[in-house]
């Protein structure tokens, strides 16, 4: 139980469901999305668009204006949407707002135009904290997050060009200013950064180390392992490796540290694999994925359920 409240309280999961302080009625605002989904968007609840909100509205509001909610601790955090639950104590709801891990409670977290909201009831077995997930693309570079928008640096490999092409198009369709930059330079603690890179060339960026060290630091249920990164290893919501792709093999993946904005890595066992994850940066492969693994045409998302 100290566990389970430990982690309701640290996942920034819907933790106070008490009225938004200080968020004033305001003229409203619109084109806001609801998303409910359960094992890593494994499997669809809900979805509920709304084409105006009021001023005041806040994440929580939102969601039981919109759906039958259930509450624990004293009104403090989900237990349950729509009548589905947590099974265990390993299981529990966690928020994404334009695809970051909100960082207060849904009580308090104002909605702004085009976020993208999504709530997951997922395992939390490896890690209770996945700072950035892909499924909300092209959030938060489309629209940032917070109700700020941010500047998005694009950073290549010289021997990826082709991928590279492909991901600012992909950008530059979703009407998002890209500026390029040296691999290696990084993006700053208020820049959007999207580097495009083989693993091995990838291998010294902070985000890369963060993957390195598993979901606890990263969020991210792959890694690279083999010389030079030469194959991709995916994991369960455990963290265990349930499948290891060779070459040709690609990952389009989110994290961040604690004090900047996420990163986006497009890369790959090698070139192949980085041309195969550049394809699908798309709204389409991407849609409620936490990350995605690609070999040719073949997608992965990431963690792997049973039976994947």
């Known amino acids: 139980m100290l566990r389970r409240t430990r982690t309701a309280l640290a996942a920034l999961a819907a933790v106070i469901a008490v009225g938004g302080c200080g968020l004033g009625a305001g003229p409203g605002t619109g084109d806001v999305t609801l998303t409910v989904t359960q ?22 509001r939102m969601l039981e204006r919109s759906l039958h909610v259930g509450t624990r601790y004293g009104g403090g955090f989900v237990e349950s949407i729509d009548g589905h639950t947590g099974t265990s104590s390993r299981t529990d709801w966690f928020y994404y707002v334009n695809g970051v891990q909100a960082p207060q409670g849904a009580a308090t977290t104002a909605v ?28 938060p570079f489309a629209n940032g997050f917070g109700g700020k928008r941010y500047p998005t640096t694009l950073e290549c490999a010289a021997d990826v060009t082709v991928a590279c092409k492909r991901v600012t198009t992909a950008l ?30 990838l291998a010294p960026e902070v985000a890369a180390g963060l993957i ?4 606890s630091a990263s969020g991210v249920y792959a890694r690279f392992a083999g010389a030079g990164g030469s194959s991709l290893a995916l994991l369960n919501p455990a963290g265990q490796v349930v499948r290891t792709l060779g070459a040709g093999a690609g990952l389009v993946a989110a994290t961040a540290d604690s004090s900047s904005a996420p990163t986006w890595l497009i890369t790959g066992t090698d070139v192949a694999g980085v041309s195969a994850a550049a394809a699908a940066l798309t709204q389409s492969a991407l849609h409620d994925h936490f990350a995605l693994a690609v070999q040719g045409s073949r997608q992965f998302p990431v963690p792997l359920q049973s039976g994947q």
């Not at 976020?115 to 909300?136: C, E, M, N, Y």
């Not at 009407?175 to 390029?180: A, E, K, L, R």
């Not at 390195?212 to 979901?215: I, K």
């Open 39 to 60: 094992g890593f968007g494994g499997g669809h609840i809900a979805a509920v668009s709304a084409a105006h909100v009021p001023g005041s509205e806040t994440v929580m």
């Open 112 to 139: 702004h135009r085009n976020d993208q909201i999504w709530f997951d009831l997922h395992d939390w077995r490896a890690t209770d904290s996945i700072p950035a997930v892909v499924g909300s693309f092209p959030e």
């Open 172 to 201: 530059t369709k979703a009407g998002v200013p890209v500026s390029s930059q040296l691999l290696g330079t990084g993006s700053g603690p208020d820049t959007l950064g999207v580097v495009v890179a083989t693993w091995r060339e």
């Open 212 to 215: 390195d060290h598993g979901p």
